[in-house]
């Protein structure tokens, strides 16, 4: 199939949407049952509709479709499944990161990015330095992560599900 008019989500081709007024968020909840991705806001302010596009973290509710044709989109579905779960998902139940559960999928996309982020030495307003190397601290976790708003005000574990895979927890 070529990249005409499609996008990949998980590695699987699907065809964009003949209307353009179809967000990426209900493209993948309402047209393809990706329903992992979760609706918060739908205006871009709490990060539970974030998802990777080309391996950077982006918020789905904020982006059309029909813009993302021949991108390689990664939703939760997509980085690990409960027999086969990436290292974030894993932490996050063993550190107890959430609640009710419905920003999680969001945080972990989100902290999935930014693990890449930090290595590649992107500066946050937290870092002492712009050149890097970037430290995986607590202070900078919760600024890189201050996107993605938890209602049951899981942080302090979410922090420490991240630092785990990060390889720094205390
Ligand atoms: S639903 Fe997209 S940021 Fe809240
Ligand atoms: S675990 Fe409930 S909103 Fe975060």
Redesign the pocket.
Known sequence: MSSENTVSINGQPHALPDDPRVSL?DMLRHHLGLTGT?????????????VLVNGVRI????TLAVMHDGDEVTTIEGLGTAQNPSALQRAFVERDAYQCGYCTP?QICSATAMLDEIAAGWPSDASDSLDGPMEVSAEEIRERMS?N?CRCGAYANIVDAIRDVAGEAA
């Open positions: 968020l979760k609706k918060g806001c739908d205006h871009g302010q709490c990060g539970a509709c974030t918020n789905s509710c904020l969001g996107g708003i």
